[in-house]
């Protein structure tokens, strides 16, 4: 695996330091629906747009838009998602370290779960614990993405326990025996690799 570039890195070079990020209170939302991306979203190089009210993503090749808010350790996730090719390969990384992108167009370890609807040319959806290659990954071949279809996602993690629905299919469960909390593991971001896809009507709610 290529080692992962982080803003942290970018920053230190640069001679500068950020501010730490606050923490999303019992709802964030965003739905998209401003003329360009809020302050609260990282871009780690790849050019990201709104268009017709929707997040636009295409060639990410693995540098995630990340969510400047840390995500509270359980949480329910919702948005929607579509792609408009035949490739498919909607994904997000959750709990985080809210910087982390590929070196160029390789692939990377993520530094939190990896979510991927119809990845490796619409043949797998895949849940991940950092690594989406690895021999522990979640895969089923069976849930292929349908080029243009609106599908509504649902992640939701509970103790150990992280669970993920599109629209009323339960996708992947994962007990995490040891949950990726903490420092280095709080943030949320939106990716993909090729294909060209749209996100919408992000809703993150704390869980109590």
């Known amino acids: 695996m290529k080692r992962a570039l ?5 920053v230190a070079l640069a001679g500068c330091r950020e501010t730490a990020p606050e923490a999303i209170g019992d709802l964030f939302v965003d739905r998209f ?3 360009a991306l809020g302050a609260h979203w990282r871009t780690t190089g790849v050019s990201y747009r709104i268009a017709d009210g929707k ?5 990410g090749y693995n540098h995630p838009l990340w969510l400047a808010r840390r995500l509270p350790r359980d949480a329910e996730i919702r948005f929607t ?7 498919g390969d909607v994904k997000v990384e959750l709990w985080g ?15 939190g779960y990896v979510l991927v609807h ?14 989406e ?20 996602w649902r992640i939701v993690r509970k103790g150990s ?42 809703a993150i709610r704390a869980l109590k």
């Open 55 to 59: 997040l636009a993503m295409s060639y």
């Open 118 to 131: 119809g990845g490796w040319k619409n043949t797998l959806t895949v849940l991940a614990r950092m690594d």
């Open 33 to 35: 629906d401003g003329p």
């Open 133 to 152: 290659h690895g021999q522990n990954r979640r895969a089923r071949r069976d849930l292929r993405v349908e080029p243009g279809r609106v599908y509504r």
């Open 81 to 87: 998602a579509q792609a408009l090719g035949a490739d």
């Open 6 to 10: 982080t803003l942290a890195s970018l």
């Open 161 to 202: 326990r992280l669970s993920w629905w599109i629209d009323e299919t339960l996708v992947h469960e994962l007990d995490d025996s040891e949950p990726l909390a903490g420092p280095g593991h709080a943030f949320f971001a939106l990716s993909n690799w090729e294909s060209d896809v749209r996100f919408d009507d992000l």
């Open 97 to 111: 370290d809210g910087e982390s992108f590929a070196a160029g167009k390789g692939a990377y370890t993520s530094s």
